[in-house]
């Protein structure tokens, strides 16, 4: 039988709640083990229940979809954030991207993309739905490229499949080379962007307009 994903939902509009969990109950691999209304209480329930993602509202009352996903990140590293908001400002997706979400989704999105963003986050990967995507890739009027002169053609094309959410196996599909391969490119990018997280180099990826 295949592992359901545990979802938590955390939104502080109870209609919101119910339309989501009972559009997601709907998929045979979704378990909803759960709902919080905010951020505080989305973390002492993640606790308990162990959820293996969290689908989340940015704007909340006493602990905000940001903040928590910094606790999350602290506490809880292994869970998946799914963020889930009405904004679509490029400096707003690229905070919480830098703070540790795996995914970012405008509400006005279909439910077979939802519960799409939801499958691909949970397996590893990051998901931006088209709205967010469209600003985050927008044209942009910063020129900082702090070390950019520095990387080779690979180290470039494995950046490009990390931003758009590919795993280690995956980019070495796409580029012909071995797993052992990627995770060197991936270091190497590290070390010459002084930047040491994947989420970071995500947020270098966007900000650079590193997308074919």
Known sequence: ???????????????????????????????????????LEALEKAHDAKPDLILMDVSM???????AT???????????????????DK???LSLIQSGA???????????????????????????????????????????????EELTK?????L?????GLSNKEIAQSLSISVRTVETHRQNLKNKLDIHTSAGLIKYALEHELID
């Open 102 to 148: 795996n995914g970012y989704i405008l509400k006005d999105v279909s439910s077979e993309e939802l519960v799409q963003a939801i499958n691909t986050v949970y397996q590893g990967g990051t998901y931006f739905s088209s709205g967010a995507s469209d600003s985050l890739f927008s044209p942009t009027t910063e020129t900082e490229s702090k070390g950019y």
């Open 70 to 88: 910094k606790r999350f990140k602290a506490e809880l590293p292994s869970v998946k954030i799914l963020m889930l908001s009405m904004h679509h």
């Open 154 to 158: 690979r180290e470039v094309a494995v």
């Open 160 to 164: 490009k499949e990390v931003a758009i």
């Open 91 to 93: 400096e707003y997706i």
């Open 1 to 39: 039988m295949t592992k359901k994903i545990r979802v938590l939902l955390v939104d502080d509009h109870m209609l919101v709640l119910d339309g989501l969990q009972a559009r997601l109950e709907l998929e045979d691999n979704i378990d909803i083990i759960g709902t919080a209304s905010n951020g």
């Open 61 to 67: 009352p006493v602990l905000n979809g940001l903040e």
